[in-house]
T-cell receptor, first 112, second 113 residues
Framework: DTAVSQTPKYLVTQMGNDKSIKCEQN?????MYWYKQDSKKFLKIMFS???????INETVPNRFSPKSPDKAHLNLHINSLELGDSAVYFC???????????FGDGTRLSIL | AQSVTQLDSQVPVFEEAPVELRCNYS??????LFWYVQYPNQGLQLLLK??????LVKGINGFEAEFNKSQTSFHLRKPSVHISDTAEYFC???????????FGQGTTLQVKP
């Protein structure tokens, strides 16, 4: 069974569209995260939720909105997509904020 | 503020040779340290972690790392690499109570036959 699963794996869309990426974890973890990996493979945290409560909100355009319907799910909605949003987005989860994070396989977003 | 520097962007090495991937960090608080590996088109997999206790940490796939507080380093080592170890390796640090991971720039390990 996949511990942290993201859908879709690939997302190709046009500038200006709105899209969502879904993430689910079956590890029973309390904390979930979204990271962005750019074309130079640099990883940067975007958001973190602990038990459905937002605890980290980095300097991210407000076109990005995370939503956590329950502690096993953390979705990422992106409005008005721009070329610079092209990247790989990773979801992760951890038992608590001091424990190692488990990552999904990523969603490769390409903006045309 | 915390930061992580991986001193080598690429490390070419021959199969069965030893390897060391270097990582230095800066932080004003106590930290947790991690090494992750990323194989092509995959997510990050935890290799090993330092949370507390012994400064020599053993991980999966024969990797180990040593936490050196005075030198603020957490270098990753393997005595004998395999072709299958070819991947991107990330050092990361977290501190405080948010779980926020700060990653280094990554080191590409290229194992040659």
């Amino acid at each position: 069974d996949t511990a942290v699963s993201q859908t879709p794996k690939y997302l190709v869309t046009q500038m200006g569209n709105d899209k969502s990426i879904k993430c689910e974890q079956n590890l029973g973890h309390d904390t979930m995260y979204w990271y962005k990996q750019d074309s130079k493979k640099f990883l940067k945290i975007m958001f973190s939720y602990n038990n459905k409560e937002l605890i980290i909100n980095e300097t991210v355009p407000n076109r990005f909105s995370p939503k956590s319907p329950d502690k096993a799910h953390l979705n990422l909605h992106i409005n008005s997509l721009e070329l610079g949003d092209s990247a790989v987005y990773f979801c992760a989860s951890s038992q608590s904020q001091s424990q190692p994070q488990h990552f999904g396989d990523g969603t490769r977003l390409s903006i045309l | 503020a915390q930061s992580v520097t991986q001193l080598d962007s690429q490390v070419p090495v021959f199969e069965e040779a030893p390897v060391e991937l270097r990582c230095n960090y800066s932080s004003s608080v106590s930290v947790y340290l991690f090494w992750y590996v990323q194989y092509p088109n995959q997510g990050l997999q935890l290799l090993l972690k330092y949370l507390s206790g012994s400064t020599l940490v053993k991980g999966i796939n024969g990797f180990e790392a040593e936490f050196n507080k005075s030198q603020t380093s957490f270098h990753l080592r393997k005595p004998s690499v395999h072709i299958s170890d070819t991947a991107e390796y990330f050092c990361a640090v977290s501190g405080g109570n948010t779980g926020k991971l700060i990653f280094g720039q990554g080191t590409t390990l290229q194992v040659k036959p």
